[in-house]
């Protein structure tokens, strides 16, 4: 059974999540502010949080930032009264999986679960018989979610461990910014080009000896971006 943490300042909105939630089988836990939401996270196991953005305190954007400084993966979808651009980029790019705009259906956020939770199981199976992979100045391992470099473990999001898997799978071919927003992000209200944009930095500052001059993740200029595996 799927574990799932609600943090959500609400009451009526924490209430009605989790009684949908356990009508559709999930276990579930709450939080009613950052803190508590944040220690629960370091405490526990989960399968998915739904993290609201404006919280007491603690906000769900420094809460994301803090799980993913400690290395936790656990796919998080952020719950936001916000639409504004900015509000969404900065989020995805703090680590959250995916975000859904408050007002919202429950059949959307369902969907949206659903998706984030399938994506997570299917994501090691996809990468079983690739056990250790070296990829510039690291050596990865998918099925893990582990990256080091020499003896040093280097600290990645899920998503950009997914990322870096699809760009792996489709190595020394050119993958187009839409192309990595359809098959990661995988819904119609997808994040900007910019996003993909700001994640490759991410990865480029990991995975290159000089990300300023990259020789692994290379820009193609008006299209996307391209893994050189200089293995072969």
Known sequence: MHKILIVEDEPG???GLKDNLEFEGYQVD???DGITGLNKILDNKYNLILLDVMLPQLSGFDVCKTVRKKGIITPIILLTAKGEEIDKVLGLELGADDYVTKPFSLRELL????AVLRRGEDFPKNSRNEN???IGKLVINFSAYTA???EEQIQMSHKEFEILNYLWKNRNNTVSRDELLTEIWG???APTTRTVDNFILKLRQKI???PNHPQIIVTVHGVGYKLIDLNI
């Open 13 to 15: 909105m924490r209430l």
């Open 111 to 114: 969907a949206r679960i659903k």
């Open 132 to 134: 250790n992979i070296s």
């Open 148 to 150: 080091f470099d020499g």
């Open 208 to 210: 290159e000896t000089d």
């Open 187 to 189: 819904y119609n209200e």
């Open 30 to 32: 709450l939080a009613e």
